[in-house]
């Protein structure tokens, strides 16, 4: 883990002040790029509702789905609540929500490794007011490029995968090769495993929230340093295989990858809209926006990541 985590290390990369680690893999001539991804005008959007059907249970961290509640509805208005006002009338409502209960975006400030963040930053950066380095907010004109969806499950035959496969590195470049898709520096990648379509068919989020699920093995890390991908999302609770294919560490590709390569993780990502339009497009890249709130200080943001054809 150790040896691993040092090979893969970009502190330092992009300056000591950065805090946007391989999203500066995006530059302005990937982004150009990226545009001439808009063909057909399709969009699909990659986000769960924000809801309190969502997939948390409490079992990680004592995460809750979103709790909507009306500050002014219908029948504010028909008591005569805003009769103040001179003809017009108005609904509001709120939301009391984990930044990390759905579709979401890991800031660099979301993992630390021996102490340390992205970068080489302490935990003291990280307070009960928020994190005042690798907050999402640093990264709030981003994530956009191309994306490339891989399909893991079509390119294996199978409905989905299930709880405890890993995918490697070697299986994420067959699947790319299989569906016709040129890797490039700075593109975002999102691998689907197919979990949201098993949850669906089974009627019941199950063990979702942080129990057994296929996902990426430590050996993907390779895959992703080596090709500069600027971000990498899945369609599990944590991107990565549970139980982790490291005796001993607990989700080992975040540490390599997001806190020492500088990689913005992304999780519970709804991938078979996307999937059924790339097999319908006949492409996997895409153009792709997913920018997180700016939220100041915060160490996770919920998203809705849009794929344009």
Known sequence: MDELCLRYRNWGRWGEDDQRGTLNFITPGVLVHAASMIRSGRVVSCGLPFDDEGPQRGGFGGRTNPVHSMLQDGGDIALGAQDHLAVLRYTDDAVSMPLQCGTQWDALAHIFY??????????????????????????????????????????????????????????????????????????????????????????????????????????????????????????TWGAEVLPNDTPGVFQPLHLILLVNAGMTIGEIFDLEGLATACEEEGRYDFFFSAPPLPITGAVGSPINPLAIF
């Open 114 to 235: 021996r102490g340390q963040m992205w970068n080489g930053h302490g935990l003291e950066h990280v307070t009960s007011t928020g994190a005042t380095l690798n907050s999402i907010d640093r990264i709030a004109d981003g994530v956009v490029g191309r994306g490339i969806l891989l399909d893991i499950p079509r390119h294996r035959g199978v409905r989905w995968l299930e709880a405890g496969q890993g995918i490697g590195a070697e299986e994420l470049a067959d699947c790319a090769a299989a569906q016709g898709v040129e890797v490039r520096s700075g593109d975002i990648v999102l691998v689907r495993t197919g979990q949201i379509a098993q949850v669906r068919a089974t009627g019941t989020w199950g063990e979702y929230d942080s129990g057994p699920a296929p996902g990426l093995g430590v050996s993907a890390a390779h895959w992703f340093a080596s090709h500069e991908i600027a971000a990498l999302a899945t369609d």
